[in-house]
């Protein structure tokens, strides 16, 4: 029976998530979400790894485009949330050519939005790296693997929308499988392409970039196809291309929310690494390593609470509440067994953890320290997802961004800065503040996941 359920989590059996037994539902729907959410992380993990033998200032070039360009990715997962409310909204009350078209307007939106991205970001990328604080060598060196990494944001964009709708009909293994593909991609080309072959000296740092672009703009190939074949419930027919201005606006509606809570979040970062580079390559290079192999960890447990936000969201659409409020405290637990177990791995090997991206000892230490900090929190890290995405699956998206604008830009960042200069902890005061206010943010979503307005919202 397990493998079975297995077999049809990878493959992608279709299934009714309003009807199917809870514990049957979140396996089929955590599983091809949590391969997904690891393929994502790896992109992250494989290309510090390969980028750290070129040296600390590549690592930090690395470290604040990616500060700044989780922008567009905090702009792409607001979206994906309101593709996921939608479509499993539609799902649920098996409205599938309305999932369709919805579908289509989320194509659009996001795609507009990457363009302006695109063209903004190339034309002040050095001066963006500037603001964050890198060293004139870093701008020198790291401008065009910015612009190329902001050339190349409408993959980002669309891949993470689309996926947020497939995760929402319940298809989370057309997910998985274009992250399969996208990070396939970018394994076998980035040291080649930062390496070169033979007597091709390759592109450097900027090989990264083209590395990772091209592997997401296959990846969105693949999502496009699945959309367009017709042989799946979730597919855009010919009637469904033209703009529905009700649905454009209801997205723009529901991204609003989606957005801020990743533009906050975002925002903290940006404002937490700009905090690190004050205090030199070395520490900033520790911390990107750090938050690389965090991230690792963190976005496997993001994709199983993924699968509330998917049976939320559909059984609202099929007035089964209590089944939905059911799901959501059922993959609570799974949750917190699975950060509490990395909690462990990371307080016992966070030295040997960090070794494997660098053997310079200063930057090694530095990551190490934060592994143990921040794992700290995890167990509370753990719930808040689950809570935020349960949030999200309902369509009450501007909650979960309350929430992180005072708890994550209100306290994170201010605590941060008073415990790294007037405190005199440098970067370990950052590390601190990133454990705390994760934490009490888990208990703030807590409190207001019981209070139940998200059980009301229309979508």
Same mark, same amino acid.
């Given at each position: 029976?397990?493998?079975?359920?297995?077999?049809?989590?990878?493959?992608?059996?279709?299934?009714?998530?309003?009807?199917?037994?809870? /514990?049957?539902?979140?396996?089929?729907?955590?599983?091809? %979400?949590?391969?997904?959410?690891?393929?994502?992380?790896?992109?992250?993990?494989?290309?510090?790894?390969?980028?750290?033998?070129? +040296?600390?200032?590549?690592?930090?070039?690395?470290?604040?485009?990616?500060?700044?360009?989780?922008?567009?990715?905090?702009?792409?997962? +607001?979206?994906? %949330?309101?593709?996921?409310?939608?479509? &499993?909204?539609?799902?649920?009350?098996?409205?599938?050519?309305?999932?369709?078209?919805?579908?289509?307007?989320?194509?659009?939106?996001?795609?507009?939005? &990457?363009?302006?991205?695109?063209?903004?970001?190339?034309?002040?990328?050095?001066?963006?790296?500037?603001?964050? +604080?890198?060293?004139?060598?870093?701008?020198?060196?790291?401008?065009?693997?910015?612009?190329?990494?902001?050339?190349?944001?409408?993959?980002?964009?669309?891949?993470?929308?689309?996926?947020?709708?497939?995760?929402?009909?319940?298809?989370?293994?057309?997910?998985?499988?274009?992250?399969?593909?996208?990070?396939?991609?970018?394994?076998?080309?980035?040291?080649?392409?930062?390496?070169?072959?033979?007597?091709?000296?390759?592109?450097?740092?900027?090989?990264?970039?083209?590395?990772?672009?091209?592997?997401?703009?296959?990846?969105?190939?693949?999502?496009?196809?699945?959309?367009?074949?017709? /042989?799946? /419930?979730?597919?855009?027919?010919? *009637?469904?291309?033209?703009?529905?201005?009700?649905?454009? *606006?209801?997205?723009?509606?529901?991204?609003?929310?989606?957005?801020?809570?990743?533009?906050?979040?975002?925002?903290?970062?940006?404002?937490?690494?700009?905090?690190?580079?004050?205090?030199?390559?070395?520490?900033?290079?520790?911390?990107?390593?750090?938050?690389?192999?965090?991230?690792?960890?963190?976005?496997?447990?993001?994709?199983?609470?993924?699968?509330?936000?998917?049976?939320?969201?559909?059984?609202?659409?099929?007035?089964?509440?209590?089944?939905?409020? *059911?799901?959501?405290?059922?993959?609570?637990?799974?949750?917190?067994?699975?950060?509490?177990?990395?909690?462990?791995?990371?307080?016992?090997?966070?030295?040997?953890?960090?070794?494997?991206?660098?053997?310079?000892?200063?930057?090694?230490?530095?990551?190490? *320290?934060?592994?143990?900090?921040?794992?700290?929190?995890?167990?509370?890290?753990?719930?808040?997802?689950?809570?935020?995405?349960?949030?999200?699956?309902?369509?009450?998206?501007?909650?979960?961004?309350?929430?992180?604008?005072?708890?994550?830009?209100? %306290?994170?960042?201010?605590?941060?800065?008073?415990?790294?200069?007037?405190?005199? %902890?440098?970067?370990?005061?950052?590390?601190?503040?990133?454990?705390?206010?994760?934490?009490?943010?888990?208990?703030?979503?807590?409190?207001?996941?019981?209070?139940?307005?998200?059980?009301?919202?229309?979508?």
């Amino acid at each position: 029976m397990t493998w079975q359920l297995i077999k049809d989590a990878i493959l992608g059996k279709e299934q009714d998530f309003t009807r199917l037994s809870l /514990k049957t539902a979140i396996v089929i729907l955590a599983i091809p %979400m949590i391969l997904e959410m690891m393929m994502e992380s790896a992109f992250a993990v494989v290309d510090i790894f390969f980028v750290a033998k070129l +040296g600390e200032f590549a690592i930090a070039t690395v470290g604040l485009t990616e500060s700044v360009i989780v922008l567009t990715y905090a702009i792409g997962f +607001g979206i994906s %949330m309101a593709a996921t409310a939608l479509i &499993s909204r539609r799902f649920g009350e098996k409205e599938y050519e309305e999932a369709g078209s919805a579908t289509f307007q989320l194509l659009v939106v996001g795609g507009v939005i &990457s363009i302006f991205l695109g063209i903004g970001g190339w034309i002040l990328a050095p001066d963006l790296l500037r603001i964050m +604080g890198a060293e004139e060598q870093v701008v020198t060196s790291g401008t065009n693997y910015a612009r190329i990494v902001f050339a190349g944001n409408t993959a980002i964009m669309l891949l993470f929308l689309i996926n947020g709708a497939f995760r929402g009909a319940g298809q989370a293994h057309h997910a998985m499988r274009s992250l399969w593909i996208a990070n396939g991609l970018n394994i076998l080309l980035d040291p080649i392409l930062i390496f070169g072959i033979g007597s091709w000296d390759g592109f450097g740092l900027d090989g990264a970039a083209i590395a990772t672009t091209t592997g997401r703009s296959i990846g969105v190939f693949y999502q496009l196809y699945h959309l367009f074949n017709g /042989k799946h /419930k979730l597919r855009i027919l010919p *009637q469904n291309v033209r703009i529905n201005w009700q649905t454009v *606006q209801k997205i723009l509606n529901l991204s609003i929310g989606g957005m801020g809570q990743f533009l906050i979040d975002s925002l903290s970062w940006v404002a937490l690494t700009r905090i690190n580079a004050e205090f030199g390559s070395v520490p900033l290079a520790g911390y990107t390593i750090a938050s690389r192999i965090l991230i690792f960890t963190i976005l496997p447990a993001w994709g199983l609470s993924g699968a509330a936000a998917t049976l939320v969201g559909q059984n609202l659409g099929a007035k089964k509440v209590r089944r939905a409020e *059911q799901a959501v405290w059922l993959i609570t637990r799974y949750n917190v067994i699975f950060m509490a177990s990395v909690t462990g791995i990371y307080l016992l090997f966070s030295n040997q953890l960090a070794g494997l991206f660098t053997d310079i000892q200063d930057v090694q230490s530095i990551a190490a *320290q934060g592994l143990w900090v921040v794992a700290l929190g995890y167990v509370f890290f753990a719930v808040g997802m689950v809570l935020t995405q349960a949030f999200n699956g309902a369509g009450d998206t501007k909650t979960p961004a309350w929430i992180n604008t005072v708890v994550l830009l209100g %306290m994170e960042v201010p605590l941060a800065y008073f415990l790294a200069f007037p405190m005199e %902890m440098e970067y370990m005061g950052v590390f601190i503040s990133i454990a705390f206010c994760h934490s009490f943010h888990a208990l703030v979503s807590l409190y207001f996941f019981r209070k139940g307005r998200w059980k009301s919202k229309i979508v």
